[in-house]
């Protein structure tokens, strides 16, 4: 009886040798769906697993059940690519003399924000590298403006002290996304020479007590990065209750110290998305624009493992591909419209719906 089930039951266990570590990944995922909860060592577990569409199946349940069918769209504008940062995965770096350097004028930023409300868009995300020329004063007045077309704002322009923070929620910010990058100290702090993962992590819980929704996430498949790491990047952002999730794989970029390094396994990626979707059901999680880059079909695979929310650029075309975080980005630079197009077409083929309001947060789970 036991191996008949294994046998009608093993196309989802791809990997696996024997019987007793599919009974216990059955145990394991059981236990995420039905408690959210799980050990770092048993998380671990389930990434070293090779391939395993159980978790998918399951996280994708979990969404469905929490947040429903409804994929949010949030129009990105990165409206700056200089940064005073030297982190060492990234293009933007203020040492890479190899890209060429741009900021939008804020009345393009408006007008690029007026133009996604016009597709329908009710969150405007404004990104940009770490670049001081843009004052938290200029920044107040750029929100301030694109509140008053009836949207939800979200920045992600990095660390800012508690006070620049709270200038930015005063202006009508209503969320916010800053990665962790890796939960991991030592490592983090190798990657990011002269910031502190204190000061990360400061500003996280800062983001928090002041109201915004906070968004963080991590980089999958940095040198040195083992699942243990991964496994404890999940508890780190259960434990500071984080609102949207954001995990991509990392993306050698020329220009950089980790140029010549190995990049994130993509499967890793989709693991990580299912777990988080497990262990924080009402969360909200985009699919990234580097699964998009990397995985053959990124944003339908990512739907599928527990992921609600997409991010159409709305920038400028000329300054896409100049935000060159990672190669691949940007390169596919197609009309606004046949982007949104596209994603629209694929949510329904994914039986998805977009969603119509604002998409925040719905907390459904106790904490
Ligand atoms: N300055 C802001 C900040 O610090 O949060 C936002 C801009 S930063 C360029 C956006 C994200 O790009 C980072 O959080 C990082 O995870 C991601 N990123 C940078 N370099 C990458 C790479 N080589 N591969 C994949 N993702 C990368």
Redesign the pocket.
Known sequence: MIHKQYGARRKGYKGLENMKDILKLDMLVNTLENEHELDKNSLAELLECKDVPILYTAADRVRKKFVGDDVYLRGLIEFSNF?C?T?F????RAANSGIKRYRMEPGEVIECAANAVKYGLKTIVL????DKFFTVNDLCKIVDKIKDMGTAVTL????LSRNDYTALKHAGADRY???I?TSNEKLYESLHPRMSYKNRVRCLYDLKELGYETGT???IGLPGQTPEMLAEDLLFFKKIDADMI?M??????KG?P?EYEAE?NVETVLKMMALARLLMPDINMPV?T?LGVKADDGYRKGLGCGANVIMPNMGIDDYKKL?A??PGKGDKVETLENQINVIKCLISKEGRVVGKHFGGRIRTVKI
């Open positions: 940064c940062r982190c995965y990234c293009g933007l990104q940009s590298g770490e992600s322009v990095g660390e996304l800053l990665r990058e996430g991590c980089l954001g991509g794989p990392f993306i050698p970029c950089t980790l994130g990234t580097a935000y975080i990672y």
